[in-house]
């Protein structure tokens, strides 16, 4: 079987896009791929956070992770920092990165764009999230558009050090879906909906409840048209909605356009309110249960224990190959 590595942050509040562009397709790679899931709580660290907050949203996420429908007997689910050698393999790697590659991250220069000062784990993550995937020779990472200068480093990276130390890491390949790997802001469509936006308008978090997704599809940005097709140039708006409705309701964009075709925006957006609403009330019911049953941290410390046996065995060869034992 090929091996699947992700990661997802837990910090600020896991929306549609992430479930859309992440999270549901982590459940489908779990059947066919030996799938390895973090809650990389080591990168929220690179930006100001508050601890009790963070160890809050790392067991959210793990149990956001159970309740969509990732399985820990076909799935590694696992905490990020209970896997020591993540943040050691960082190190000897931030050892072969040149600070020309670091500085070209695109990233870091919008998240760092108008702040006085950022910490340097800010700037080096790349490296961090390159650690994170080669310790598990991974075959495939699934990634957003956003992330794939990201993956062009972990593939180079991988390859320098094969090349300077001998055959070492398996050069991983990325899995970007065309449709829905970028789902836009709800109240600025021109824009990737986001965790960290500063309107609660942005988006819609997996654990909102219906009536909070009802006023914010209700609200979201359109045009004055009020013809619906998709034209993500000319319609962004009506084009994101299409391509959510698509992607949870597994309708066709072309057969979205003939069912709504002569209809206004209202009806488009009320009836997408039942299909997000359908989709995500399961999955917050799950939750409610999982958080309540005290099993998190239980299949997380398993998790950790078997990520451990696989990270165990690249970091020893790593260190051996750079003179470290």
């Known amino acids: 079987m090929k091996r699947v590595f992700s990661g997802v942050q837990p910090s600020g509040r896991i929306h549609l896009g992430n479930y859309i562009g992440a999270l549901q397709r982590f459940k489908q790679f779990q ?171 942005n988006n819609i978090a997996v654990l909102d409840p219906p009536s909070v997704i009802q006023k914010k599809l209700m609200r979201a940005v359109t045009d004055s048209e009020n013809e619906i097709r998709y034209d993500p140039e000319r319609k962004p708006g009506v084009s994101n909605l299409l391509t959510i409705y698509s992607l949870l309701a597994g309708k066709s964009i072309k057969e979205l356009e003939r069912m709504y075709r002569g209809e206004g925006y209202g009806r488009l957006k009320k009836d997408l309110v039942d299909v997000v609403v359908g989709e995500f009330e399961p999955i917050q019911k799950r939750y409610e249960d999982i958080r309540n049953s005290g099993e998190v941290e239980a299949i997380l410390a398993e998790g950790a224990e078997r990520a451990k046996e696989i990270a165990h065995q690249t970091l020893q060869d790593v260190k051996e190959k750079m003179g470290l034992s």
């Open 31 to 201: 059947e066919e791929n030996e799938a390895f899931y973090c809650v990389v709580n080591l990168h929220a660290m690179t930006v100001p956070h508050d601890p009790q907050e963070l160890r809050e949203k790392t067991l959210e996420l793990a149990a956001l992770y159970l309740a969509i429908g990732l399985d820990p007997k076909k799935s590694v689910l696992f905490v990020q920092s209970d896997v020591p050698a993540h943040a050691e393999l960082a190190w000897m790697l931030q050892c072969v990165t040149y600070m020309g590659e670091a500085n070209r991250m695109t990233q870091f220069k919008e998240k760092s764009e108008g702040k006085d000062s950022v910490s340097v784990g800010l700037f080096t993550y790349p490296v961090l999230m390159a650690a994170d995937i080669l310790l598990y020779q991974t075959d495939y990472v699934p990634v957003g558009e956003d992330q794939k200068q990201h993956l062009e480093l972990t593939r180079d990276l991988a390859n320098r050090f094969n090349q300077r130390f001998g055959e070492t890491f398996k050069v991983p390949e990325p899995k970007i879906e065309k449709v829905g790997a970028r789902i836009m802001a709800l109240d600025n469509p021109t824009k990737k909906m986001s965790k960290s936006a500063k309107t609660e308008w």
